[in-house]
């Protein structure tokens, strides 16, 4: 089963997709972007060295998502692939960003992945004021400078997209415990793969 961790930065996907996979027997953890060698370059010409052109920047990702697709998620798919984002960060935040078509964007993931999209998502939400405790904390890349309203127009499209496009999904609330956390996701990933 192909898993994607989804949401806004802060919101904890990371820290469940470690913990969980503690709980699996031979998961798969991998990441958009760089999950796979010309996708570590890729990450960081997107968020150490500056802003590349809007156009060139949804290419970048999605170049990463082809190589991600093909050589790490389609060769593995009968193992549990716990992915931290997946063609839903892919769509919001360049949607936000750039005002393109959901549509267009959708097919140009479609496109970067052959037609191969997550089983299942699960979305992390969280709210205005916690987003800004946990972003005050650290130091962002070159996205996440963008700001918090930016961030949270991203969240509401990525709600709106699972279900525009019927994505099988679980929404997680951020600031509830960690370990509550993992155990809703621990029960969500043994019932779906029954
Ligand atoms: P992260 O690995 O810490 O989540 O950072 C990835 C950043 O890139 C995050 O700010 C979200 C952003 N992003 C996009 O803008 N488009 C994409 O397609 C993906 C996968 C991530």
Redesign the pocket.
């Known amino acids: 089963m192909y898993l994607a961790f989804e949401g806004?930065?802060t919101v904890g996907?990371?820290t469940q997709i470690e913990r969980l996979s503690e709980r699996f027997p031979d998961p798969l953890v991998t990441?958009?972007?760089?999950g796979t060698a010309l996708g570590k370059k890729i990450?960081t010409i997107?968020?150490e060295e500056g802003e590349v052109l809007p156009r060139s920047?949804?290419l970048l990702?999605?170049a990463?998502?082809a190589e991600h697709t093909e050589r790490i998620v389609r060769p593995n798919l009968h193992r549990l692939i716990l992915s931290?984002?997946?063609?839903l960060?892919?769509?919001?935040?360049?949607h936000v960003?750039d005002g393109i078509a959901v549509d267009t964007l959708l097919q140009l993931n479609r496109f970067a992945t052959g037609g191969l999209f997550p089983d299942r998502i699960v979305l992390f939400r969280i709210d205005e004021t916690s987003l800004r405790e946990r972003m005050g904390q650290k130091s962002?890349?070159?996205?996440?400078t963008r700001g918090i309203d930016y961030m949270l127009r991203?969240q509401k499209t990525m709600e709106e997209l699972v279900d525009l496009l019927q994505i099988e999904h679980i929404l997680i609330d951020a600031t509830a415990p960690v370990d509550a956390i993992t155990e809703t996701l621990y029960s969500y990933i043994k019932d779906s793969q029954a």
Request: glycine share 8%.
């Open positions: 806004i930065d996907k990371s990441r958009e972007p760089g990450r997107l968020l920047e949804i990702f999605l990463d998502r931290d984002r997946s063609f960060s892919g769509i919001a935040y360049a960003h962002g890349d070159a996205i996440e991203v």
